[in-house]
């Protein structure tokens, strides 16, 4: 379930970006995937294991999804304003703006599994 909103999410903000930026239908659905396994993914796999899925109260998902989503949304329009509007001549795809968002986001937002914290650089 937790898929399937984010790739609505991807829609969605496939459908508000610019029509410049010159993004697809695959990359909408690249941006959705994206956000799920690079921000929420292994939070999700942690909050469910021991108590099964619940969204609010106590060890719910959503107080952990929402700055997660936030902030990996926060990267991804960074990104794409710096490559599509600030270096419009530097030719990258969404493709390349998604796939780097989901790395970093992925360092950055859950640590390494085994306990070793991300490094800073």
């Known amino acids: 379930m937790i898929y399937a909103a984010s790739v609505l999410m991807g829609l969605a903000l496939w459908r508000l970006a610019p029509t410049r930026w010159g993004l697809e239908f695959p990359q909408a659905v690249l941006i959705g995937s994206a956000l799920y396994f690079g921000a929420l993914h292994r939070y999700t796999l942690r909050a469910t294991a021991a108590a099964g899925p619940r969204w609010v109260g106590r060890g719910g998902l959503l107080p952990g999804l929402i700055p997660r989503a936030a902030f990996f949304l926060a990267l991804a329009g960074l990104q794409a304003i710096a490559y599509f509007e600030w270096m419009p001549g530097a ?17 950055l937002i859950d640590p390494v599994p085994g306990g070793k914290p991300p490094s800073p650089l």
């Open 91 to 107: 030719d990258v795809r969404g493709g390349f703006v998604i796939s780097t968002t989901w790395l970093v986001s992925l360092s």
